[in-house]
Antibody, heavy 128, light 106 residues
């Protein structure tokens, strides 16, 4: 059974750095064509993809937050960590981690990406 | 960066068919995936690839794609299908979500 669980602070102050950890089970962070993404959702608003890291260590970030995000993984601990610097009240949101899969692949590229398992999410409030 | 556009709200009569659409240039290169989210819950995957349903998703859900538009169709909508639906797609090396469609089952 695949599970993902987010952990981190529930409250951070403006300008502080947020560190979130996603602990996974039921699969390995070394499995091919798999990775972990971070996705957030401000209260009452839409989902926003933030970053992902694949088993081959490919990383990608949303362009609007690229300078403030860092994603990394510790395969021995089955954990993926996201840090976000210079937090602002607009960053108040529920933060989800999700397993990302790639499929429908040729020898050079894949054409289908999807999030097949999600954590329950953790609400992070940014306030002084 | 690319965007995915969804209608903010759609309604359907109980038992009828509804199509939820998602438009964006990246859909010309990559398949969309679709997520259902009910209040207070994490999203769940309901459709991915050309027309693939994860285990446990009813067969009344189907997917299709043409040009820059991906569609999620619910044939015979049920009360429990009332939820927010989000499309997602790869865009170069990143991923992008649509703004979501609130589905009301009347």
């Amino acid at each position: 059974q695949v599970t993902l669980k987010e952990s981190g602070p529930v409250l951070v102050k403006p300008t502080e750095t947020l560190t979130l950890t996603c602990t996974v089970s039921g699969f390995s962070l070394t499995n091919a064509r798999m990775g972990v993404s971070w996705i957030r959702q401000p209260p009452g608003k839409a989902l926003q993809w933030l970053a992902h890291i694949f088993s081959n260590d490919e990383k990608s970030y949303t362009s609007s937050l690229r300078s403030s995000l860092t994603i990394s993984k510790d395969t021995s601990k089955s954990q993926v960590v996201l840090t976000m610097t210079n937090m602002d009240p607009v960053d108040t949101a529920t933060y989800f981690c999700a397993r990302i899969r790639e499929a429908t692949c040729s020898s050079v590229s894949c054409y289908s990406y999807y999030f097949d398992s999600w954590g329950q999410g953790t609400l992070v409030t940014v306030s002084s | 960066s690319s965007e995915l556009t969804q209608d903010p709200a759609v309604s359907v009569a109980l038992g009828q068919t509804v199509r939820i659409t998602c438009q964006g240039d990246s859909l010309r290169s990559y398949y969309a995936s679709w997520y259902q989210q009910k209040p207070g819950q994490a999203p769940i995957l309901v459709m991915y690839g050309k027309n693939n349903r994860p285990s446990g998703i009813p067969d009344r859900f189907s997917g299709s794609s043409s040009g820059n538009t991906a569609s999620l169709t619910i044939t015979g909508a049920q009360a429990e299908d009332e939820a927010d639906y989000y499309c997602n797609c790869r865009d170069r090396s990143a991923m992008v979500f649509g703004g979501g469609t609130k589905l009301s089952v009347l």
